[in-house]
């Protein structure tokens, strides 16, 4: 008898797959990997915010892409590059050769972020948080394994154990996505998409741009990825090069964030089903900004942990309403593309977080960066409270 898998649980073990192999790539490989090269410091969160900036191109066009020709295929796209990306990090020997392959690594999630978020949308109406949150659990999974994992696979400067194991995590990656089924919610035929027009397809896009909720719900999740940008580059080489971490422990504290974001997000998820999106997305900013002020000012890896565990918290409080919220703001025909905006602006943050994290530790000290970017994600969340209140309720539906 031949075992039938859910859809929807199919699509969670392609994301976990997927990104297990995309953090392993970076967390806490890369920093190590880019200094290895003899990157100066100014220079580092540049190399490392390669793959984000793709985000900001390329996500937008892959939601909307999505909204035509189908979820499957565009995600199809992705785990191709999934899979192929991380056996190209062999071949780096010079820093541009990393740039190069950072780049192409970079529109598999940009693809994959928002049109797997659209294709939950797609399929739920109610308890939408909640199921979003799943997913991105699901993801967390493998964010979740790949810090200890990726750790434990460096040896000394030799990093080419990571990428090999990234590789083969990236083919089951696409052989899970192979498998996804072309359901009614989220594909129809190519030719019957592409009868919606192109002044309709325009026309969402358009009412996507100037919608205001979509819009600072989109800029307050770059400002969380923003502050998250410069924790995950320029936190392991403080743990690296002032804690004298060794790098099975820097991984092991960056799983303890992932594990408590896992664990918590669906939770996080059902609270905003409850009780709304806003105020949950306010109190993660909080609980982010407080807990990013105080991350550098200990060597103490108990306490490093429960810090880092409460910045996963706040990491997941926010995110976990942010997509449910902008899908509610959005048409049913354009989760693709408002989930793409989303994406596209939070890759701005998390692209700015490495470089302008770079430049202020150059210039001050780690205490102070990140002690500034931690007070800008206390500022956003009473910048959000203002905005969002001041949107009519008319600008607010899907309707």
Request: a positive charge; one cysteine or more; aromatic letters at 10%.
């Amino acid at each position: 008898m031949k075992l039938r898998i859910s859809p929807f649980i199919l699509l969670c073990v392609m994301g976990g797959l997927a990104i297990f192999s995309s953090t392993m790539a970076k967390n806490p490989v890369l920093p190590l990997f880019i200094r290895a090269l003899d990157v100066s410091m100014s220079t580092v969160g540049f190399i490392a915010a390669a793959s984000t900036v793709v985000g900001i191109v390329v996500s937008l066009p892959a939601g909307v892409l999505s909204d035509v020709i189908g979820r499957r295929r565009v995600i199809l796209i992705a785990a191709v590059v999934f899979a192929t990306a991380p056996f190209l990090y062999l071949l780096v020997g010079q820093p541009w050769h990393l740039v190069l392959v950072r780049i192409y690594h970079g529109f598999a999630t940009a693809i994959l972020g928002p049109v797997a978020m659209a294709a939950v949308a797609d399929t739920f109406d109610e308890k939408r948080g909640e199921r979003m949150g799943w997913y991105s659990s699901a993801t967390m999974v493998g964010r979740f394994l790949a810090p200890f994992v990726g750790g434990a696979l460096i040896f000394g400067d030799n990093f080419h154990w990571v990428y090999i194991a990234d590789g083969v995590i990236g083919i089951a990656a696409l052989l899970a996505a192979v498998r996804l089924p072309l359901s009614k919610a989220t594909s129809d035929s190519v030719g019957g998409a592409l009868k919606r027009g192109r002044n309709e397809i325009w026309s969402d896009i358009k009412t996507i741009l100037t919608h205001r909720g979509i819009l600072a719900t989109s800029a307050i999740e770059a400002v969380q990825y923003f502050a998250f940008g410069c924790l995950e580059v320029f936190l392991p080489i403080f743990l690296d090069e002032q804690a004298g971490f060794s790098t099975i422990e820097i991984g092991s504290l960056f799983t303890i964030q992932v594990v408590v974001a896992t664990l918590t997000k669906p939770i996080m998820g059902r609270f905003s089903d409850k009780y709304g999106r806003i105020p949950v997305i306010i109190a993660g900013l909080l609980i982010g900004g407080i807990t990013m002020v105080f991350m550098t000012y200990s060597d103490n890896y108990l306490l490093l942990g429960i810090l880092i565990g409460f910045f996963g918290l706040g990491l997941a409080t926010v995110t976990a309403s942010t997509s449910a919220l902008v899908a509610d703001l959005s048409k049913a025909s354009s989760h693709g593309g408002a989930l793409g905006v989303l994406s596209s602006v939070m890759d701005i943050g998390h692209s700015t977080g490495p470089m302008a994290g770079g430049l202020l530790i150059s210039a001050l000290n780690y205490k102070t960066a990140f002690g500034i970017v931690g007070g800008i994600l206390a500022i956003a969340s009473l910048v959000f409270g203002l905005i969002i209140r001041q949107i009519p309720k008319s600008n607010s539906s899907s309707d």
